[in-house]
Structures are given as structure tokens and as C-alpha cells.
């Protein structure tokens, strides 16, 4: 059995794939979680096969939550299922540790045929995205500008973008006021870009955000 820990912050989409995957004859989910925190704990205590993985969680992104998880060393391979169709998180996120990267709203099919390629100690990148990946290559700094923000600056241009205030990024970050202000007008500069507003136009038209 491919032993699975679910992880989004939405209970009624976490039914729905809980029941889905269930249904599997060779999958079986051990454990939910509805936060990045959570995650780590749970994915510590259970060591499933497969951590399948929202991006978008409530507290730590789905970034510094891979990267926590393979901090601790532990066979559990992780699945990204994300709303993000841009090919810089699919990159980061494979350089983080994690194992594979779905868009939702894929099928169902491709959803099973990622978590057992997973499992087997593969990988797999929705097709959409691969193609973008590929696509990328050998293109110039300026058609993929996010990619020179860091990590951090990226959670940070995500949030702002999102219209949370300074302040709000500090908490949601546990970062001081002055470093995300830092970390503001390195954005603003590395991007050309000159305010929120700004911010929140270029997630939006580079796919990083979905304000839907």
C-alpha cells in the first residue's frame, strides 16, 4: 500500500481526495493536516510514502514546508498539488526536495499516475508545466524576472501581492517589520517595479497569484 498524508488547509477538499484516494486499491490515506506546522509533525510521527502537498497553506508555503520536511531525513517523498500554473515554483520547489508538482484541476488520473511514480521513487511535473520548464531554457534574465528574487523575497512578493500589509507579512513570517520592508524594496528594485500595486499587477500577469 502506498501510505499517503494529506495536506491542504480546505476540509471539504481534503474529504473529496481523502475519499478518492481511498478508493485506490494499492493507496491508502494515514493522516490529514491542514497547515505547513502540522505537516512537519504529522509527516515525523506517521513517515508516510507520499506527502501530498497544497501550496497554498494558512501558515508556512508549500516551499518552506518541503524544505522542512527534507531536513528531517526522511524517506517520505512529496507531492505538490497546486492552483499555480508558473514553472518557477515547479523549479524551486524541485530544487527544494520535492519529488513531483500537479496542477489542480488536472484529472483524476494524472493525480493517481503522479503519487505512484512518486512512490516509486520517481518523479513527475504536470505536462503543462514541464513544457514550460523546457520551454525556459535559454531564455534571457528578463522574460523570467521572478526568478531572480530569493525564496524568501518570492513569499514575500506572494503576500504583499495578496494585499497583506507589511505587518501582516511580518507575523505570517515570524519576520521583524524592518527585514520584510528590506525585503520589499529589494523586490521593488530587482523587478523595476514601484509599489503594491505594482506587486500585485506582476504576480497576477506572471501567474504567481490567483485572486479569484
Avoid: W
Wanted: charged share 25%.
Amino acid at each position: 500500500m502506498i501510505r499517503i498524508l494529506l495536506v491542504d488547509d480546505h476540509e471539504l477538499v481534503r474529504d473529496g481526495l481523502c475519499r478518492l484516494l481511498n478508493d485506490e486499491h494499492d493507496i491508502e490515506v494515514i493522516g490529514q493536516a491542514g497547515t505547513g506546522h502540522e505537516a512537519v509533525s504529522l509527516a515525523g510521527k506517521l513517515t508516510p510514502d507520499v506527502i501530498l502537498l497544497d501550496y497554498n497553506l494558512p501558515d508556512i508555503d508549500g516551499l518552506e514546508t518541503t524544505e522542512q520536511i527534507m531536513s528531517m531525513k526522511l524517506p517520505s517523498r512529496v507531492l505538490i498539488l497546486t492552483m499555480y500554473g508558473n514553472e518557477e515554483y515547479a523549479i524551486r520547489l524541485v530544487r527544494s526536495g520535492a519529488s513531483g508538482f500537479v496542477v489542480k484541476g488536472a484529472p483524476t488520473d494524472e493525480l493517481l499516475t503522479a503519487i505512484r511514480k512518486v512512490a516509486a521513487r520517481g518523479t513527475y511535473v504536470s505536462p503543462g508545466i514541464m513544457e514550460k520548464m523546457v520551454g525556459r531554457m535559454g531564455l534571457p534574465s528578463k522574460d523570467v524576472p521572478e526568478a531572480a528574487l530569493s525564496n524568501r523575497e518570492m513569499q514575500v512578493l506572494t503576500r504583499l501581492a495578496r494585499g497583506s500589509t507589511t505587518r501582516e507579512v511580518s507575523e505570517e513570517l515570524n519576520l521583524s517589520l524592518s527585514t520584510v520592508e528590506t525585503y520589499r524594496s529589494r523586490i521593488l528594485e530587482k523587478l523595476n517595479l514601484r509599489n503594491n500595486s505594482d506587486i500585485t499587477r506582476f504576480a497576477i500577469r506572471r501567474n504567481l497569484i490567483d485572486l479569484a
